[in-house]
């Protein structure tokens, strides 16, 4: 079942409702043919109403535009636009069998019985939900129903995917196995989708793109990795895993240098004049004490399962958290070297 490929393009699209709130503000985003993009961020950040106005679900203020396919549709009611959607808790139709389910949109735009079947059985195969066909939705899995919603969604052919925080209503186990499952099933259906979430794993596991969300505003795009190794901002690097803060006096900050446990770190030139730096817990390296390392003590020592979490305590920086491989020796009370490669830093300010 082949797909059309479309670009989204939105155009100085904001939102302002009747109280003065300002939901979006303006905001220009592209999304590439068959790409899909996370709109990633906390509660009330906007990426759910920039959601809305891509669907039509919302009006956006006057002299916003959303095109799909280089066509104007800013003002076209969302059942004209070609979108197909599936929220948190899949909609489904409870008294409805999944082939039911699945061909609802057909049925309903009268296609024929004929031309419902072919389309139902072709995704039905392409989504693996078969023998299943005659299941109602209160007999399948969790990862079952949500291949249903996404069957259901892209029956009738939409231009562009939408999907709103999809795995929130999950536990936590059953969400890591269905997110995969998601990815999976969104490569093979090469359709232009966007999806909402405020879960940095599920859009780093499912998304090509990110687009990082904060007050009202998208403070930066990229691929996951690119975002969580060379954040352009402070509120990315902090929304996408955790950091720490490492602060330099005048003196240190004229050297361009560093102070962490007795030794003077160099840092390299882009960091010059930055009075603060961040570093991520991986990127800190424990080990013996050495000449050509700097000193902490082990504080508290969190075994995470698959890692350890050690809360350092510094002379000349507050406490440190650093990950460390699980089997690592450094207990509580320990003086360990510490150390880390000059590249790891981060800017704590916003780049031009």
Do not use: W
């Not at 299943?132 to 939705?137: D, G, Q």
């Amino acid at each position: 079942m082949n797909f059309e490929r479309t670009r989204v393009d939105v155009i100085d699209c904001a939102k302002t409702y009747a109280d003065g709130t300002r939901g979006l503000q303006p905001t220009t985003l592209a999304i590439e043919p068959g790409e899909v993009l996370a709109l990633l961020g906390p509660s009330g950040c906007g990426k759910t109403t920039l959601l809305r106005l891509i669907a039509g679900l919302e009006t956006p203020d006057a002299g916003s535009r959303i095109l799909f396919g280089g066509e104007d549709v800013t003002a076209l009611a969302i059942e004209r636009r070609g979108i197909g959607m599936v929220f948190q808790h899949y909609a489904l139709f409870p008294q409805m069998s999944v082939a039911a389910n699945i061909g609802y949109g057909l049925r309903i735009r009268g296609v024929s019985a004929d031309e419902q079947r072919k389309a139902v059985g072709e995704l039905i195969d392409l989504v693996r939900l078969n023998g299943l066909e005659n299941k109602r939705p209160a007999e399948l899995s969790g990862g079952q129903r949500q291949r249903v919603a996404l069957a259901r969604a892209v029956a009738v052919r939409p231009r562009v995917l939408l999907l709103d925080e999809p795995l929130t209503a999950l536990d936590a186990k059953l969400k890591e196995s269905l997110r995969d499952e998601l990815a999976e099933l969104l490569r093979r259906l090469h359709i232009t989708a966007i999806h909402v979430t405020h879960d940095q794993q599920e859009a780093l596991a499912i998304a090509d793109r990110l687009a990082v969300m904060q007050a009202g505003r998208i403070v930066q795009v990229g691929d996951g990795e690119t975002l969580y190794r060379r954040p352009g901002h402070p509120f990315v690097a902090a929304f996408l895993g955790r950091v720490n803060t490492l602060k330099r006096d005048n003196p240190a900050l004229l050297r361009n240098l560093l102070p962490l446990g007795g030794l003077l770190l160099e840092c390299p030139p882009a960091r010059a004049g930055q009075t603060a730096l961040l570093v991520r817990p991986e990127d800190i390296q424990i080990g013996p004490v050495h000449s050509g390392a700097g000193q902490a003590v082990v504080q508290r020592r969190s075994f995470l399962g698959d890692r350890l979490q050690l809360t350092l305590a510094l002379a000349d920086q507050a406490p440190l958290h650093a990950e460390v491989p699980r089997d690592h020796p450094a207990k509580v009370g320990d003086t360990v070297g510490i150390h880390i490669a000059p590249e790891r830093l981060m800017s704590c300010e916003e780049m031009a």
